[in-house]
Structures are given as C-alpha cells and as structure tokens.
C-alpha cells in the first residue's frame, strides 16, 4: 500500500488507521496532480468505496486533519472553490500554472525561486520560510485553439 506516509503520522498522533482515513488518503495519492472540492472527494470517495458508507461529516474532517498532519494542502486556484492536493513530502509545494481561457490548472514541478529567495534575504535581511506562486497565462491547448481560429481580415481602406 501507498499509505506510509499516513500510518506513520497518525502513530504519531496516537490515532487510529481507519478503513475510511486510508481510503480518502488513498484517493489523493491516486490522483497527485489533481485538486479537488470537498464535495468532489465525497462524491468520488464513496463511489468508489460504494460497499462503506462514508458520510460528508467524515470527508470534511477526515480532510481537515489530514491537512493538520501535513499530508494534504489546501489550495485556491481562483475559481471561488476551496480545493486540497497531496502535500509534497518535502515540505514545499509545487507551483500552478493557471489558463485565463479554459480554466485548467497546470502543476509546475521545477522550482524557480531558490535564487529570489536568497536576492531577497540579501536586500532585505527578511528570511524567507516558503513561498506560493501562481502564474496566469494561456495554455497550449488555447493557443492551439486561437491559432485555429479564422483570424479577422482588415480591409484596408483606399485613401
Ligand atoms: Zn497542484
Ligand atoms: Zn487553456
Ligand atoms: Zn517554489
């Protein structure tokens, strides 16, 4: 099984490994790169665990305490929802690349920051824990699109 990481926080925390802890876990390792609404995760949880009855009651807490022991975060991509994803184990999350067209959320796994960091514990003696970024933009598959896109003809008007 993929759950390590969670057995070995919740022996941490003296809690129980729960069948339902494990599935919602499990969830989320299945879909690393993906960023999910409470109400999805129950909806896709207990479908596919349509044998144990998972209440709403239990996704919300369950994610909320997976989010305490660091296993999940809590991400918001504009899109007026509070989303969750699988909390890197090395402490820093990746970054989201956002299409202003279409919507979709693109994970960026190389970390470009390393040297802003130090520029700004240089300059301004501020030391730097971690940080976020959000990158909006036009992806390829809209780009694509437009590319298609007959393109409106100007005339040019005769003096
Ligand atoms: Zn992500
Ligand atoms: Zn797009
Ligand atoms: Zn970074």
Not at 77 to 82: I, R, Y
Not at 84 to 94: C, F, I, P, R
């Given at each position: 099984?993929t759950?390590?990481?969670?057995?070995?926080?919740?022996k941490?925390?003296?809690?129980?490994?729960?069948?339902?802890?494990?599935?919602?876990?499990s969830?989320?390792v299945e879909?690393?790169?993906?960023?999910?609404?409470?109400?999805?995760?129950?909806?896709l949880?207990s479908?596919?665990?349509?044998?144990?009855?998972?209440?709403?009651?239990?996704?919300?807490?369950?994610?909320?305490?997976?989010?305490?022991?660091?296993?999940?975060?809590?991400?918001d991509?504009?899109?007026?929802?509070?989303r969750?994803?699988?909390?890197?184990?090395?402490?820093?999350?990746?970054h989201?690349?956002?299409c202003t067209?279409?919507?979709?959320?693109y994970e960026?796994?190389?970390?470009?920051?390393?040297?802003?960091?130090?520029?700004?514990?240089?300059?301004?003696?501020?030391?730097?824990?971690?940080h976020?970024?959000?990158?909006?933009?036009?992806?390829?598959d809209c780009?694509?699109?437009?590319?298609k896109?007959?393109?409106?003809?100007?005339?040019?008007?005769?003096?």
């Open positions: 099984m759950n390590e990481r969670l057995r070995g926080e919740l941490k925390k003296n809690l129980r490994i729960t069948s339902q802890r494990e599935s919602i876990f969830f989320f879909h690393k790169g993906e960023h999910f609404t409470p109400d999805e995760i129950y909806r949880v479908r596919k665990n349509s044998h144990s009855n998972i209440s709403k009651a239990t996704i919300y807490r369950t994610i909320q305490m997976l989010v305490e022991m660091k296993l999940l975060s809590k991400i991509l504009d899109d007026g929802f509070e969750y994803e699988l909390k890197e184990a090395s402490g820093h999350q990746h989201h690349l956002i067209i279409c919507g979709k959320v960026l796994d190389e970390d470009l920051l390393d040297d802003l960091e130090k520029i700004i514990e240089e300059r301004t003696g501020f030391k730097v824990k971690d976020q970024l959000k990158i909006y933009g036009i992806c390829q780009l694509a699109d437009a590319a896109q007959p393109k409106l003809k100007l005339k040019a008007s005769k003096k």
